[in-house]
């Protein structure tokens, strides 16, 4: 039972890069899944969510109109377009089933994927 993720690399300014998280041992129906982010000397940050069921997505304010999380039974996504080098960062898919409330909070996830660098430079 585990998460794959993959699809980070380096990009230049302005790219796009798809992430994938994919399940292996269980599917994602009844989880949510959210992508966090960790930058070199900084603390991981909650980045995007799509929650089980109604599949209803919420983003970090810097995502906003940018990046897109989806989800199929088996994989879920981050396409993430015109990046920034202040996207640069290893990528994490978790999967949960938190409250609304609860979503940034890394704590209340099952488990993780082992993440991806994204590098976004010229």
């Known amino acids: 039972v585990q998460l794959q993720a993959s699809g980070g690399g380096l990009v230049e300014p302005g790219g796009a890069l798809r992430l994938s998280c994919v399940a292996s041992?269980?599917?994602?129906?009844?989880?949510?899944i959210s992508w966090f982010r960790q930058a070199p000397g900084k603390e991981r940050e909650w980045v995007s969510t799509i929650r089980h069921g109604a599949k209803v997505t919420y983003y970090t304010d810097s995502a906003k109109g940018r990046f897109t999380i989806s989800k199929d039974t088996h994989a879920a996504y981050l396409q993430m377009n015109n990046l920034k080098p202040e996207d640069s960062a290893i990528y994490y898919c978790?999967?949960?089933?938190?409250?609304?409330?609860?979503?940034?909070?890394?704590?209340?996830?099952?488990?993780w994927g082992q993440g991806t660098q994204v590098t976004v430079s010229s």
């Open positions: 978790a999967r949960g089933r938190p409250i609304l409330s609860a979503i940034r909070n890394e704590n209340v996830y099952y488990s």
């Open positions: 041992g269980f599917t994602l129906d009844s989880y949510t």
